[in-house]
């Protein structure tokens, strides 16, 4: 999980670097990199550019299908309630997180996504190099201050 890990925090290094928050995302398919993302808010002047969103529509074009089952995303930030919702809509079977978010995470944090998932069955891993997500979110929002 740690190696897959590793390429969502390159891609939220990427937003960090272009002055957006920073979060990354990587979607696998038997056990191959499909798709990866970056938060691109700020630049598409697009509330609804996270890097979940951005990643799952790539993969959904790679595979040319709206349904992701099997496929794996890892995310360095525990998702947000839209990105939950798509998550769930894509039909994606793992879900792999660094932090969690208390003001808008909807895995853990401000609702328990398997009180509304419904027949859906999503693997959930949390706190995965959650040390490395949380310095770039620190290091973030200490320079915007």
């Given at each position: 999980?740690?190696?897959?890990?590793?390429?969502?925090?390159k891609?939220?290094?990427k937003?960090?670097?272009?002055?957006?928050?920073?979060?990354?995302?990587?979607?696998?398919?038997?056990?191959?990199?499909?798709?990866?993302?970056?938060?691109?808010?700020?630049?598409?002047?697009?509330?609804?550019?996270?890097?979940?969103?951005?990643?799952?529509?790539?993969?959904?074009?790679?595979l040319?299908?709206?349904?992701?089952?099997?496929?794996?995303?890892?995310?360095?930030?525990?998702?947000?309630l839209m990105?939950?919702?798509?998550?769930?809509?894509?039909?994606?079977?793992?879900?792999?997180?660094g932090i969690?978010?208390?003001?808008?995470?909807?895995?853990?944090?401000?609702?328990?996504?398997?009180?509304?998932?419904?027949?859906?069955?999503?693997?959930?891993y949390?706190?995965?190099?959650?040390?490395?997500?949380?310095?770039?979110?620190?290091?973030?929002?200490?320079?915007?201050?």
């Amino acid at each position: 999980m740690q190696k897959k890990m590793q390429i969502a925090l390159k891609e939220a290094r990427k937003a960090f670097e272009a002055g957006e928050v920073p979060v990354g995302a990587a979607i696998f398919k038997d056990g191959i990199l499909i798709a990866h993302a970056h938060n691109r808010c700020e630049k598409k002047k697009d509330a609804l550019a996270h890097a979940e969103m951005l990643v799952i529509t790539q993969a959904q074009q790679v595979l040319k299908s709206s349904r992701l089952t099997g496929c794996e995303l890892y995310v360095t930030v525990e998702p947000c309630l839209m990105c939950a919702g798509a998550i769930i809509a894509s039909r994606i079977s793992r879900l792999v997180y660094g932090i969690e978010e208390p003001k808008m995470g909807c895995i853990y944090s401000k609702m328990f996504l398997y009180d509304v998932i419904g027949q859906h069955r999503l693997e959930i891993y949390g706190s995965i190099l959650a040390e490395e997500s949380k310095r770039l979110m620190q290091a973030f929002f200490s320079n915007k201050r």
